[in-house]
Each structure stands twice: as structure tokens, then as C-alpha cells.
């Protein structure tokens, strides 16, 4: 019975200084502190010991812990990785992700660049991993950077895809509450301003008018509905000019175009109707009567 009761003050003493270690170690970073080092290694390499870390310390010790370190880790990969090792990479993220999630800790977090897990995720390319994230539910507005214009950035369109087959309506929300903010006019100390915003859909054409490559544009236009505003219009038309002949450069029956274009953006109007008319009778020189 003394033996018992014993034994119960101690185990009873040590989950009480566990508790208080814990608190100590969570109130302080302590106990990433060891694993940071882990993390930030390029490639990777350190992160099957920080998965090995979560899946064998007691829950007491992790329960606190809020910031899942998961979008350092996708930061601290190989961009230029060959097929081969970024695979390998990938593997290690979705291990210590899965590991989070038995400490039930969410592991869309943010570096301290303010861009989140799944926007690095989209950046990276990292096809597996950005799924494993969408269908935890991880948000897609938080940090400075939506996935959406991530993927856009580094022209990763197979994560485009995927954002836009699995979150289309919010990737869709998204890009028309860019649209409605792509201009801003007031005044200031009695000054006249005007403000534009660099949104997803110009980046897009911007990039697309240098390279020749307007995936982006499209998956955009197509699955995104992105509209264009009229500022949009005026700031871009010479890049949209040369984005629209690369997608419709072999059309020639333009004449036959009507309101409803077969291709035409959710905000199409005619002064845009108009305008690509124009620009392929300028490029056949064989503008037709009443033009």
C-alpha cells in the first residue's frame, strides 16, 4: 500500500515538472530551438530527423505548439532540384507533414517573409504536397501572397491547375476581388491619386508578352474567369495586344465575331470586341467596309 502510494506521488511529481518543463520550452521556442538548424538545411536533409522529433516526443510536449514550421521547411528546398531529388524532397515534406497532423498542428503556417505553406508549395512545384494541403482545408488568403499568384510567379501551371480544379470558386472570389481593387482613386493633402495594383491577371500578361507562353493567361481566363477592368485595359493593352496574337493569331474570320465570343472574358465589351477586331484586320491589312 506505501509502495503504491509512493509510486503515484512520484509519477505524479514528474508529469508536474514535465508540465512545467514543457511550458518553459514552449514559452521560449525551446523546443524547435535544437530543430531549427534541421530545417533551414537546403534540401531538406535535416527534415526526417525534425519528423522523427514530432512522432516520438510525448503530446504533452507538442500540444502548445502553433507554428508548424512547414513553409521554412519548403523555402529551404532546391528550386533547380533534378526530377529524381525534388521528388525525394517532396516525400520528406509530406512525411513531416503527416506528422504535424498527429500532433494536430496545422501546418499552413508562414516564414517570416509572410508567404504561406501553400504558397510555397505552389512555388516549389510541389504537385503532392499542394494537394495534401487543399484537401486539409488550408486557406488559401493566408499570408502576403495567394497560391494562385505564386504559382503564377514562377510559372508553375500544373499547380495552377491544380488550385483551380480543387478551390475554383475561391480562386475565382479571389481574383474578381482583384479586379474590383485593380484601381483606386481619391486625394491626398489636395492632391489628386490614382492607384493600380499589379494583380494575378497582369502579372500573367506581362510575363506571357516576353516569353510567348500564355498558359497562364488562359487557365486564368478560362477556369480563373478573370475579368479586365477598365484601368486593367488602359495600363496593358499593348501587352494584351501581343499576348492575344499568340493565342489568336491563326483566327481569320474575325468578321464573324459577335458579342458573345467564344473566348471571350466574363467582362468583355465592346470597346475590347473593337479592338481585337482592328488588330487582326491591322495584321492582314484587309480592313472590310463599314470599319
Known amino acids: 500500500m506505501n509502495n503504491n502510494s509512493s509510486s503515484t506521488t512520484e509519477l505524479q511529481q514528474r508529469r508536474r515538472t514535465s508540465n512545467r518543463?514543457?511550458?518553459?520550452?514552449?514559452?521560449?521556442?525551446?523546443?524547435?530551438a535544437p530543430l531549427m538548424q534541421e530545417i533551414r538545411k537546403p534540401g531538406g536533409v535535416g527534415l526526417a530527423k525534425c519528423t522523427k522529433r514530432l512522432l516520438d516526443a510525448p503530446y504533452d510536449e507538442?500540444?502548445?505548439?502553433?507554428?508548424?514550421?512547414?513553409?521554412?521547411?519548403?523555402?529551404?528546398?532546391?528550386?533547380?532540384?533534378?526530377?529524381?531529388?525534388?521528388?525525394?524532397?517532396?516525400?520528406?515534406?509530406?512525411?513531416?507533414?503527416?506528422?504535424?497532423?498527429?500532433?494536430?498542428?496545422?501546418?499552413?503556417?508562414?516564414?517570416?517573409?509572410?508567404?504561406?505553406?501553400?504558397?510555397?508549395?505552389?512555388?516549389?512545384?510541389?504537385?503532392?504536397?499542394?494537394?495534401?494541403?487543399?484537401?486539409?482545408?488550408?486557406?488559401?488568403?493566408?499570408?502576403?501572397?495567394?497560391?494562385?499568384?505564386?504559382?503564377?510567379n514562377d510559372n508553375q501551371h500544373e499547380c495552377m491547375t491544380i488550385?483551380?480544379?480543387?478551390?475554383?470558386?475561391?480562386?475565382?472570389?479571389?481574383?474578381?476581388?482583384?479586379?474590383?481593387?485593380?484601381?483606386?482613386?481619391?486625394?491626398?493633402?489636395?492632391?489628386?491619386?490614382?492607384l493600380h495594383a499589379y494583380n494575378t491577371l497582369s502579372k500573367a500578361v506581362s510575363e506571357a508578352a516576353l516569353s510567348e507562353d500564355v498558359r497562364a493567361v488562359a487557365l486564368l481566363r478560362d477556369q480563373g474567369k478573370a475579368g479586365i477592368s477598365d484601368l486593367f485595359w488602359s495600363r496593358y493593352k499593348a501587352e494584351l495586344d501581343s499576348v492575344l496574337q499568340v493565342m489568336y493569331g491563326e483566327e481569320t474570320d474575325v468578321s464573324a465575331w459577335s458579342r458573345d465570343l467564344h473566348w471571350s472574358f466574363p467582362t468583355m465589351d465592346?470597346?475590347?470586341?473593337?479592338?481585337?477586331?482592328?488588330?487582326?484586320?491591322?495584321?492582314?491589312?484587309?480592313?472590310?467596309?463599314?470599319?
Open 62 to 152: 507538442t500540444r502548445g505548439l502553433h507554428a508548424s514550421q512547414l513553409a521554412l521547411a519548403i523555402k529551404s528546398s532546391s528550386r533547380d532540384a533534378d526530377s529524381a531529388t525534388k521528388e525525394r524532397e517532396e516525400q520528406r515534406l509530406v512525411k513531416y507533414t503527416q506528422a504535424l497532423l498527429t500532433r494536430n498542428i496545422d501546418p499552413n503556417d508562414t516564414d517570416s517573409t509572410g508567404q504561406s505553406a501553400v504558397s510555397w508549395a505552389a512555388s516549389f512545384d510541389f504537385q503532392k504536397l499542394l494537394n495534401l494541403l487543399l484537401e486539409l482545408g488550408c486557406s488559401l488568403k493566408l499570408g502576403t501572397i495567394h497560391p494562385l499568384r505564386a504559382a503564377v
Open 163 to 194: 488550385l483551380l480544379e480543387k478551390r475554383g470558386e475561391e480562386c475565382q472570389a479571389i481574383l474578381r476581388q482583384e479586379e474590383k481593387m485593380d484601381s483606386w482613386e481619391g486625394s491626398w493633402g489636395g492632391m489628386s491619386l490614382e
Open 270 to 291: 465592346r470597346t475590347m470586341i473593337n479592338y481585337l477586331w482592328h488588330l487582326w484586320a491591322r495584321k492582314k491589312n484587309d480592313f472590310p467596309s463599314g470599319s
Open 21 to 32: 518543463s514543457t511550458k518553459n520550452r514552449l514559452s521560449t521556442g525551446g523546443y524547435w
